[in-house]
């Protein structure tokens, strides 16, 4: 399937007087990864929120595939959200719920898909990430690695065009860090959707990003292919992917 792309133009939101997002421009273009990285606290969660419609800017357009976001309510904001599947940090997987009826939640709330269609469904997108074996089994019963997959499994299951994933490998070690980035990049490859990617892993996702955004002070300050953000010359910028403190 064909990717969407993302428009993101003078995007303002505060939140009393704490000023989170400050005319960000964004470009996201179609059937690419983008990942936006920044410092703790400077705003990324609160874009991402606007991106999946869950929160309503102050000033700004959010185009998605042509469709202005900001201008949306009710059941037309729920079809463009339709298009979306979202891995949230921490895999927010139902823990009274099999790996299998968890995949499948999104399929029954948001289709009218048959039993059998949905199993059929649920099964594919288990084989996708290699979890064919543990579709019975409970998340508490799965290792960390394992929840991850089921995670992108099930946002992955609707077939979205566009894929938001908030921090997917957080509280994993290096060498599951890399294995769900190239689970990612493999389904990537294949399904050919939209991603964007929130993520802290320096400099790990510069193996999968086609573009990388540099979030900072709520605007993004430089944007680029993973060796421009590397060789980049902005202050910012090296002080981050260096792990340096912030100066001042």
């Known amino acids: 399937m064909a990717g969407s792309t993302?428009?993101?133009?003078?995007?303002?939101?505060?939140?009393g007087r704490q000023a989170v997002l400050r005319g960000l421009d964004l470009e996201v273009p179609a059937g690419s990864?983008?990942?936006?990285?920044?410092?703790?606290?400077?705003g990324k969660s609160v874009l991402l929120k606007h991106l999946i419609g869950l929160l309503r800017p102050?000033?700004?357009?959010?185009?998605?595939?042509?469709?202005?976001?900001?201008g949306l309510s009710g059941r037309a904001l729920d079809d463009v959200r339709r298009?979306?599947?979202?891995?949230?940090?921490?895999?927010?997987?139902?823990?009274s719920m099999s790996c299998r009826a968890n995949i499948?939640?999104?399929?029954?709330?948001?289709?009218?898909?048959?039993?059998?269609?949905?199993r059929a469904?649920?099964?594919a997108s288990l084989a996708q990430v290699g979890l064919e074996a543990v579709g019975n089994k409970y998340p508490?019963?799965?290792?960390?690695?394992?929840?991850?997959?089921?995670a992108i499994a099930r946002a992955l299951v609707t077939e979205p065009e566009i894929v938001f994933f908030d921090e997917p490998t957080t509280g994993l070690d290096p060498v599951l860090v890399n294995t769900i980035h190239q689970l990612i990049l493999q389904l990537h490859r294949q399904l050919q959707f939209t991603a964007v990617m929130v993520s802290h892993e320096i400099p790990e996702i510069f193996e999968i990003a086609d573009g990388v955004a540099m979030l900072h002070e709520g605007r993004i300050v430089e944007i680029g292919p993973p060796a421009a953000i590397q060789g980049s010359s902005h202050p910012?910028?090296?002080?981050?992917?260096?792990?340096?403190?912030e100066q001042g």
């Open 6 to 15: 993302i428009h993101v133009e003078g995007l303002w939101k505060s939140f």
């Open 33 to 42: 990864i983008t990942v936006i990285i920044g410092r703790s606290g400077g």
């Open 58 to 70: 102050d000033a700004g357009r959010i185009e998605v595939g042509g469709v202005d976001l900001t």
């Open 83 to 95: 298009r979306f599947g979202v891995v949230f940090q921490g895999g927010a997987l139902f823990d």
């Open 104 to 118: 499948a939640f999104p399929l029954r709330e948001k289709t009218r898909l048959s039993a059998a269609e949905i």
């Open 121 to 123: 469904r649920v099964e």
């Open 140 to 150: 508490e019963e799965v290792s960390g690695g394992m929840r991850k997959r089921v």
């Open 236 to 245: 910012v910028v090296r002080q981050f992917i260096r792990g340096e403190p």
